[in-house]
Nanobody
Framework: QLQLVESGGGLVQPGGSLRLACAGS????????VGWFRQAPGKEREWVSC????????KYARTVKGRFTISRDNARDTVYLQMNSLKPDDTAVYYC??????????????????????WGQGTQVTVSS
């Protein structure tokens, strides 16, 4: 079964950091662009960041720009989301998602859920003192 698997969530104090990881299960991420989304209780799922394949272009939501960094290690077939200066408002379930395209500017428009075919089960991030 093809799926994405997230890891790295947890409980962190405000101002702290976490690094999330996303890997393919049953397929590789070669030629896939990858996005991160998050969903807080009672809110809609929102797009956070996107990285193209092989990783030249990235894009961030305004709410996380300057604090979060998306990257990918193609040798390890893994995409990361480094989250620094975390705030309570960052508390959510974080999902990675992917779809196939090697177009370098794909992230320009890949900010909607409908642009992604494959999804992970999510990992909980809680920012609290």
């Amino acid at each position: 079964q093809l799926q994405l698997v997230e890891s790295g969530g947890g409980l962190v104090q405000p101002g702290g950091s976490l690094r999330l990881a996303c890997a393919g299960s049953g397929f590789t991420l070669d030629y896939y662009y990858v996005g991160w989304f998050r969903q807080a209780p009672g809110k809609e799922r929102e797009w956070v960041s996107c990285i193209s394949y092989p990783g030249v272009k990235t894009k961030y939501a305004r709410t996380v720009k300057g604090r979060f960094t998306i990257s990918r290690d193609n040798a390890r077939d893994t995409v990361y989301l480094q989250m620094n200066s975390l705030k309570p408002d960052d508390t959510a379930v974080y999902y990675c998602a992917a779809d196939r395209s090697s177009f370098s500017d794909v992230c320009t428009d890949a900010v909607d859920k409908e642009r992604y075919h494959w999804w992970g089960q999510g990992t909980q991030v809680t920012v609290s003192s």
